[in-house]
């Protein structure tokens, strides 16, 4: 049993022990299981569950209180929430006198400032607005600290999710992709969990080439360069302006010296890499053709990237891409002599996009 419910802690062992701490971690739909596979890694998960809530792009992990630390350091996720109680509620306006009451009753550790903010799954009779402000008005007429909407010192969660109230605290105040201070934003530019989520996916090792050939402001290359040693890193882009600020990205970031960018056409690698160059993964966001209005040349563009790569590709080599174009990707890939290893759908920016992983046939 968890949180005093059951139905949410299936699979849970026991009321949650003095020594260890129950944390909601976010991410992008479709990658909860890369956040357990990293927790694993680096700490000593002694329960988990991914899609907490039933909602996509949210594992709790249950963690020593002395490695609690260590979450900070997960690279694909965004926000950690501190979980203190989860209780039923009705979705009608009674919904929000059993918040009150709840969030009364509860003993939340707050700063001299807080504010309380809301995401609201499924269909309710009351908004998210109506819940933070219950909530909110509980702990006023507990504990008597002031709201302080822009700068909090403490940021409390209620998340109503279908019949459920998740009441946490929010731990990151920024968001954990922020790696460095951007000094080019590309139109396009890639969220880091994503490029790391892919550098894994792609099975990147110390000692690896690693290759995107459409590296826009860097984002893949310069994940790869703060998170793994010994490696050879090449970053393409036919835009000038774009290397130009991956380079200035690099800077910032602190891995200049491990990183190269080239200005060129991923559709003509052999104009610009050595004939004797193997890629061991080869990483990219490849162009959806839809902000650019360049839909039309997708698939033209995707049949001459994969053909001008081929020759640079080992029978081992493993090449992770992300395209919302699942079907005429898969498609040409095969045609051109490629084979698709797995798929995964991930929820991103409005767009239901695909991470496909291929191989190349010799």
Known sequence: MFGGHAEVGAGYSGSLPAYTVDFIVTTMPG??????????EKIDVLDAKLRFGNVGGRVLLRVPLSQAGRVFMLRSIEHIIELINVFEVESDR???DQIYSRVYGLNIPLGSTFRVTCERIGSHKFTSIDVQRVAGQALVDKYGRRVNLKNPETIVRVDVVHNLCIVGIQKTKMSLKIRYPRA?????????VIAYSMLRIAGVR????VLDPFCGGGTIIIEAAQVWSDLELIGVDISPKSIEGALKNAEVAGVRDKVKFIVGDARRLEKILPRSWKADKVVSNLP???RS?????VPSIYMDFLRSLKPFLKESSRI????????????IAVETGYEVISSREILHGGLRDWIILLSPKF
Do not use: M, W
Request: glycine fraction near 10%.
């Open 206 to 209: 110390p000692g690896d080439a």
């Open 31 to 40: 990658l909860e299981d890369i956040v357990l596979e990293e927790a694993r």
């Open 94 to 96: 009674s919904g929000l």
């Open 288 to 290: 959806f053709g839809i």
């Open 293 to 297: 209005g360049r839909l039309k040349a």
């Open 184 to 192: 080019f934003q590309h139109y396009s530019a890639l969220n880091p």
């Open 320 to 331: 992770c891409l992300l395209t919302i174009h699942k079907g005429l990707l898969e498609k």
